[in-house]
């Protein structure tokens, strides 16, 4: 029967990275809200991912705590984020970050 290997540290890390960086040029480069709000979740759930890597390799449970603070602020924010989404599209007709930046003043 195989044994299954362990995945390294630096493998979850990396990913980890990999999926901040994504996130990081989704929130700068994109002009929908929405969009940038999924880009922002995929931030903090690279973040859990290293939480929960490092929790794993020091055979801790402080990172899966960690973690699940993490997702319930990730959902309120989801909620009230979603909440003002809509809230503008209402008024506004649009959910466009630059459009907004010109009904300013």
């Known amino acids: 029967m195989l044994e299954s290997s362990p995945v390294a540290i630096e493998l979850y890390v990396l990913l980890s990275a990999v999926l901040f960086v994504m996130g990081t040029l989704g929130v700068l480069l994109r002009r929908n809200a929405i969009l940038i709000f999924?880009?922002?979740?995929?931030?903090?759930?690279?973040?859990n991912l290293a939480l929960v890597a490092f929790a794993r390799q020091w055979n801790t449970i402080d990172g899966h705590l960690m973690v699940f603070f993490v997702i319930t602020v990730a959902a309120a924010e989801v909620a009230v984020g979603l909440a003002l989404i809509v809230a503008i599209y209402r008024t506004k007709k649009s959910i466009s970050i630059d459009d907004l930046h010109k009904f300013e003043g």
């Open 38 to 47: 999924m880009s922002i979740e995929l931030m903090l759930n690279s973040a």
